[in-house]
């Protein structure tokens, strides 16, 4: 998606220091990879241009917000803990590419299709394919890493990472669980709403949102009650917003979803979306389904019967509820956690706009 | 390989302790992945089986030799850091036979042919054979996660963990960087000795023994006199056991190195006892290495042919004496190490034992 964020809450312009901060990480760790062999460039360029192409860095952002809502003050420390979320989730993405055989990613090519056309270009021995995949898979290893040696690095006070530590471990283990049950959504090719909402729950509203809070808030030293009000703002918030992206993977503008147009149909996503409409479903539109989902070829006129089905059934509507819903009660436990004084109150002024933006319908 | 090593060097019995270190972790991981969903069932189980095999342990054993070369007593606490190494080390396997499309590992299914003979045997969507590489490629990140995990929680003192930080961060660089390196290798087809050295130097060298010595010796506070003793043992040992791997991957005994005959040849490996005998090669010999070197269908009668050219080019017998070269230039820094009093004498006995026996011509 390329739904924008609020770049600048409570004038800490986020964006900006996240962009730097990896920035310098990655420059800094250029010379090592330059020791082992100038070969290697293609490697640290493509990190590169992967990284620093001015994302959205959700995670940074409700990272360093669970810190100031656990009371931590602002500092360039934490933006760098912050920011090692984003080469954890680089390591997502490029794994997905290859797990999904994807083309592209944010409007430009996957990865591995990268490194496949440098293998064409150079004519070199064996399947450019195969070459793609392997570099790939080792890309996003390497980020994985970089991940784990920039929280190292970050500067903030060894206590502080060792608070965080359980957080982070937990973080990667759902990240990697959640990754491994979406794949098998798609294989036992899952029509339960419950089953959905599951992988909606660890791939997004945990992964995304409550762990990052989790970790700031630990690494800031905060409480179970400020860990309690943060999950209770996050996981309902987490689940509008993948519900978010499941309606704009479907009926989203490619121009603003960076995403050909029908992709998640193509891909056979088994959304909660997806799940509703077969629940609602007449026999006629069960066969549309059946017959459409997940083909590979799927054309524009595939795409609008698809969405017809969904919207036909109901299922979009009860889904823009449950998005409506689960804001709501976001929303709530953010008031309840500002009243009671358990979260600092600027950051709960960041979180609300955070929220709002995450779950809009258009850009 | 299925070399075996010396299992009980100074009544340690490091193996089992090894063994045993890494059964107890994945047993307290399993609530937290049973949390997530009990579909999760065959990704634990795939992990017990491939990392509780009774495998080799050599990084292990060099971390915890390098402890103990430092100065570091005996202790649960260092076995179970330096069996971080396996998890580390079964991520780059797992990932590994991805990438070359590997169907065996140790004689048994990969990982990645596993899951796609599970998809099979449901008869799930899709295709078995993607569900199989996302559910390897994902196996490998859970992998690599836990082995941080694992070295974070092993009980010893946070100032120790923060000593060896740096050395884990380095040598998980230089195992990707090495792993796109080698991949790189095969995709140039380079022919040169210099070259192939270099892949051999960080898969091996560095990965597999001198940064587990390092690490060990961080562990337990060494300093640069300790660590520049280790290189001095490690980085020739390195190669020489690479090396004896290179030869065993051509000649060996399929029922002792674990994988079919002449499956190095098959794959294209560039090592260096292929760089030599291309370096020695007539015109007829280099033509044959050039028809039959990477050819996924080569038959008997190509490895025999294969192996005539390595033979007659000199290329076995040259390798050979670089391994008798390098071995005896790691024992006689161990030896000027122990001299000197620059690392303990009973760790020094147990380096020489594991040197020998890893670069044994059989079992």
């Given at each position: 998606m390329a739904r924008s964020l609020p770049t600048a809450l409570d004038g800490t312009d986020l964006l900006a220091r996240v962009e730097k901060a990896l920035a310098e990480f990655l420059d800094a760790q250029a010379p090592a990879l330059d020791a082992v062999a100038p070969d290697l460039a293609p490697v640290m360029g493509t990190v590169q241009d992967f990284l620093l192409d001015g994302g959205k860095r959700l995670r940074p952002a409700f990272a360093y917000w669970g810190?100031?809502?656990?009371?931590?003050?602002?500092?360039?420390?934490?933006?760098?803990?912050?920011?090692?979320?984003?080469?954890?989730?680089?390591?997502?993405?490029?794994?997905?590419?290859?797990m999904d055989g994807s083309d592209t990613r944010r409007g430009k090519p996957a990865v591995h299709r990268r490194?496949?056309?440098?293998?064409r270009g150079e004519r070199?021995?064996?399947?450019?394919e195969q070459f793609g995949t392997a570099a790939a898979v080792l890309l996003g290893d390497l980020c994985l890493v970089w991940s784990d040696t920039m929280l190292a690095r970050c500067g903030l006070p060894p206590e502080a990472l060792?608070?965080?530590?359980?957080?982070y471990d937990t973080m990667r283990l759902e990240l990697m669980a959640g990754q491994y049950l979406d794949v098998l959504e798609q294989a036992v090719a899952s029509t339960e709403v419950d089953r959905a909402l599951r992988v909606a729950r660890y791939k997004t509203a945990k992964y995304t949102i409550e762990r990052p809070l989790h970790l700031g808030a630990s690494l800031a030293g905060g409480d179970q009650a400020v860990l309690d009000a943060l999950s209770a703002y996050g996981l309902p918030l987490g689940e509008a917003f993948q519900l978010r992206d499941d309606v704009l993977g479907v009926f989203g503008d490619p121009s603003e979803t960076g995403k050909p147009a029908g992709d998640?149909?193509?891909e056979g996503k088994r959304t909660v979306l997806v799940a509703e409409a077969?629940?609602?479903?007449?026999?006629?539109?069960?066969?549309?389904?059946?017959?459409?989902l997940g083909d590979p070829r799927l054309d524009a006129d595939g795409v609008?019967?698809?969405?017809?089905?969904?919207?036909d059934t109901g299922a979009l509507e009860a889904t823009e509820q449950r998005i409506t819903r689960s804001l709501d009660e976001a929303l709530g436990a953010l008031d309840a956690a500002a009243g009671s004084g358990t979260l600092d109150a600027t950051a709960c002024t960041a979180l609300?706009?955070?929220?709002?933006?995450?779950t809009a319908r258009t850009v």
């Open positions: 810190w100031r809502g656990a009371g931590g003050a602002d500092g360039e420390e934490v933006v760098r803990a912050a920011s090692a979320l984003e080469l954890l989730h680089a390591c997502a993405l490029i794994h997905d590419d290859v490194f496949a056309a440098l293998h070199w021995q064996g399947v450019p060792r608070r965080a530590q359980p957080v998640d149909l193509r077969l629940a609602a479903a007449t026999p006629r539109q069960e066969a549309v389904v059946a017959r459409l609008a019967a698809l969405r017809e089905v969904l919207v609300r706009e955070l929220a709002v933006a995450a």
